[in-house]
């Protein structure tokens, strides 16, 4: 290949025995070392093509030993490094030869830094694949062994992640050692480790024999879910999950239940909060007959803990609760067993708790249907929209659209609209910037009359607001509804009003107006834009304040394209011209920006 | 309790050390200094051919970790002085330390490197380049033994959460988190997020001229990961509990000594004030230190310590001068030996006490070169009260309160102190039989 490049550039030109294929190798493998962290990554990058370069056996016997020990590198290389790793199994003579790979991949597994480690064994997981079964027993295994005896803790950790890949293809002999060193993992004197193997227990469980998921792992998971830490005991509430899905119903009862209720009664708040967030899991996984008998009474208990964090975890999971009951009993368990607590948590003394709650509670109507949710929920959505915290009537106002699929906006809107307002006059930007967003969605549901009768002056009002993000969203928010109702709308209510802001002394609002045209032109259309956004945008261009100006050259940029050729070249090209040789550096500049790309030159 | 001591003593900090911390095995001793430098010790292993090297602490690594700075919003300068450091337990081959100025913590990895690659492509053994036209073979760097090489790295920045001054910060035993506390907030940590921390702690009152008191000193429990004290400027402790709610404004316990009547004056609150809080390796006791004595609490005792034993008594009638020179502000630090049967604390004049809590004997001990010399015994010292000065005593009135140890620490397993004056390190252990 080297010779057949001829006389052209390239170093292999000059010399007569130098091969130039090889010089970008070159530069790649001194690159491994170079000062430059970015260089570095570079070429653990393109490690591939090095490997490739240098063959199998040199890959093996020359790179991978040097790599072994490039674990004193900064995190991202090494992470690029551990990566690469997974994939190298072609590179060093296919899967004969994939326990070449372990060493620097076992190395990796035992540095401080978590996604290093991480997507180590990750890679490792991958290569296990590819070993033979005789290959896994004789390399694979003993190298979890190591890590999983390893003096240091990330290297115990490691180990948590690997038992799964290696059991369901190791021996019966193997199996049995296998085990042992998970259990021993599972009481291990740190909490890390306990923590990594609580947070392993599910997965290596459904690997596992029945038989052993009953004699061994559930003797673990009542002591992980017993442990003297709590946060090794909230990872036993995940592990429940897997573990349930692996039972019978009877097995359940006796075997995962009273680890379950237990937590649930947790002394610490952060093992009943885990409960709540994966309640929906565990819902599923323990089945109807469990849920109807333990969950639902443990459920109604973490909607009225103590700890705020437990009851808002709990509120998000009502909606997702009553989509996953039969749905026979759904109704009937929601209305007499759900909802009083719920009814309690509307005056919550903790705002998280109501927000929680306000995100969710929407859904609850299409599950109760049409009636409860008129005698049942409107009154609690009523008082969530006179909330004093914005948060959680910004939430009931930004899921409107399910409750009107069931009874309709209407009956919303005389309370609907106290509460509108109030947001959107809030102190706080961020508030008004919220609701703002969802003002295209409110007219959708509330339709153009309403619409215009009640909230238009609202939309307009923030197009003076004092905050720029305010203003600016309050533009697309025009765009937004012109595309909602149409041009004529647009052209009787909106369009007037905006041009009327280009008299405004003030210069940012004259300014508004302008950005309104950029955002409202395209979708008004040419005849709107010519006759009425274009004379107005041309007799801007004699305003005093240079930023007036040479918004002025920026927004003919952005509406030329609309207009026809007439109006460019006879309105648009000699204001532009003029504007180009404007006293103001930044107003020429736009100016003449303009004129290039709108090709009046 | 142990006296008879080989002395080592450094000079090496040219700032004051302001915090003096061993890790978990003792064989690092890490010091912080008020010009923010860091500077860690290793304890020497047995060596044939130096047979009486075992135990000598040499430098191990120094490295600068805190800058001064500016805060540009609030026009306040952010002092570099290292207030805390707090080693993290063993992960791997590296160690790791948390060191902290007013503001800012910072994760510190300190690992060794000993082997070095060699053997370039693109030029040649002394650095020439070669020339790129007459590469014939691709070469792989080998790697080499090279001379220890100890390198510093900073790993993670904690900053912008706390308002006030950070006074402490603890490792929890939960291996994954910790905290940091100022005059007012508690804050915890993850190890491994550095954008995000969680507020367990506030004791700000909505109006601030309500303030009455702040805290001094938080702690983690050695063993339950959800319980950690704080003690307060009133002399109080504060035990919490984190799983019972996830703010931990209301305690679950509270220490507090009724205060004696008879011996109240103008500065029973200030020489109240509690200026450290230890927890017993065995997590049952306590340990607090205010200005004049240093208390040991069981945890299962609200009402009064176990034991009180006074650090410098004599000073009780010198208070007013001492509130003139703002001495009486001194923050003393205190700390338990390994098996917790002895506590140490420090005094003026370069004077350090030590109790024995199973004999009730305690000693005075002084860290100064003029006074000691190496592999000699330290010689007990007594400040005397009354109006005869004995042979070897000295007198209340010379005490030169410039020369003030607030910082030591103990070695969790072996008769091993390490005492901080000023700007000299001393560390004393027992002979070796």
Known sequence: ?601 | CCCGRELFSWRLHSDIISTVEFNYSGDLLATGDKGGRVVIFQREQENKSRPHSRGEYNVYSTFQSHEPEFDYLKSLEIEEKINKIRWLPQQNAAHFLLSTNDKTIKLWKISERDKRAEGYNLKDEDGRLRDPFRITALRVPILKPMDLMVEASPRRIFANAHTYHINSISVNSDHETYLSADDLRINLWHLEITDRSFNIVDIKPANMEELTEVITAAEFHPHQCNVFVYSSSKGTIRLCDMRSSALCDRHSKFFEEPEDPSSRSFFSEIISSISDVKFSHSGRYMMTRDYLSVKVWDLNMESRPVETHQVHEYLRSKLCSLYENDCIFDKFECCWNGSDSAIMTGSYNNFFRMFDRDTRRDVTLEASRESSKPRASLKPRKVCTGGKRKKDEISVDSLDFNKKILHTAWHPADNVIAVAATNNLYIFQDKIN
Request: charged fraction near 25%.
């Open chain 1, 1 to 601: 290949m080297a010779g057949a490049s001829g006389l052209g550039t390239g170093p292999g030109a000059a010399g007569g025995d130098g091969d130039d294929s090889l010089y970008p190798i070159a530069v790649l493998i001194d690159e491994l070392r170079n000062e430059d962290v970015q260089l570095r990554l570079n070429s653990i990058k393109k490690l591939s093509t090095i490997a490739l370069a240098l063959g199998v056996e040199r890959t093996r016997s020359e790179l991978l030993p040097f790599l072994t020990d490039t674990i004193y590198d900064e995190d991202e290389v090494l992470l690029a490094l551990a990566e690469q790793l997974g994939n190298f199994t072609g590179l060093v003579g296919g899967p004969d030869f994939a326990h070449c790979l372990l060493p620097p991949l076992e190395n990796l597994a035992t540095v401080e830094e978590t996604v290093v480690r991480d997507k180590a064994v990750e890679s490792l997981r991958q290569i296990s694949q590819e070993h033979t079964p005789v290959a896994l027993e004789a390399y694979f295994v003993p190298l979890v062994k190591r890590l999983a005896s390893g003096d240091w803790f990330t290297s115990r950790t490691s180990a948590c992640s690997l038992f799964s890949v290696c059991y369901p293809r190791a021996s019966n002999a193997v199996k049995a050692e296998i085990r042992q060193q998970f259990r021993s993992l599972c009481s291990d004197d740190t909490p890390m480790v306990r923590r990594a193997a609580a947070s392993k227990l599910g997965e290596f469980a459904k690997v596992l024999e029945l038989d052993s998921v009953k004699s061994e792992i559930v003797p673990l998971f009542t002591n992980l879910a017993s442990d003297e830490q709590d946060s090794v005991r909230l990872l036993a509430v995940e592990a429940c999950v897997s573990i349930a899905q692996l039972l019978s119903q009877d097995d359940l009862e006796t075997l995962v239940m009273p680890t379950l209720r237990q937590a649930v009664e947790d002394k610490s708040w952060r093992v009943r909060y885990m409960v709540a967030d994966k309640f929906s899991e565990l819902q599923k996984a323990m089945g109807p007959k469990i849920t109807l008998n333990d969950l639902i009474p443990a459920f109604q208990n973490l909607l009225k803990d103590c700890e705020a964090e437990v009851r808002a975890a709990a509120a998000h999971k009502v909606k997702e609760l009553g989509e996953n009951l039969p749905i026979e009993d759904r109704e009937t368990i929601i209305m007499n067993q759900i909802l009083p607590y719920i009814k309690e948590l509307v005056s919550d003394t903790n705002p998280h708790v109501k927000s929680a709650l306000a995100s969710v509670i929407m859904g609850l109507s299409t599950i109760l249907g049409k009636e409860n949710t008129i005698e049942h929920l409107l009154p609690l959505f009523l008082a969530q929209l006179k909330d004093e915290c914005p948060e959680v009537r910004l939430n009931i106002i930004s899921n409107l659209d399910c409750v009107n699929e069931v009874i309709g906006i209407r009956q919303l809107s005389q309370s609907l609209l106290p509460a509108i307002v109030e947001l959107a006059e809030d102190a706080k930007w961020r508030v008004r910037l919220a609701i703002i967003e969802y003002m295209p969605l409110l007219a959708g549901q509330l339709g153009v009359e309403f619409f215009d009768e009640k909230l238009n002056s609202l939309c307009m009002a923030w197009l003076v607001d004092h905050v720029y993000a305010i203003r600016e969203a309050a533009t697309n928010n025009l765009m937004k509804l012109v595309q909602k109702f149409g041009t004529e709308w647009a052209q009787n209510t909106i369009v007037p009003k905006v041009l009327v802001m280009a008299n405004d002394p003030n210069y940012l609002h004259r300014m508004t107006t302008l950005f309104c045209i950029n955002a409202l032109s395209e979708a008004c259309g040419q005849e709107i834009t010519t006759k009425q956004m274009l004379p107005i945008v041309l007799k801007m261009a004699g305003d005093q304040v240079a930023n007036v100006r040479f918004n002025v050259a920026k927004s003919l940029q952005k509406i030329g394209p609309i207009l026809d050729t007439n109006a460019l070249q006879g309105e648009v090209k000699p204001v532009l011209q003029k504007l180009g040789q404007d006293e103001d550096m930044d107003v020429k500049y736009f100016a003449q920006e303009a004129i290039s790309v709108l090709a009046l030159a």
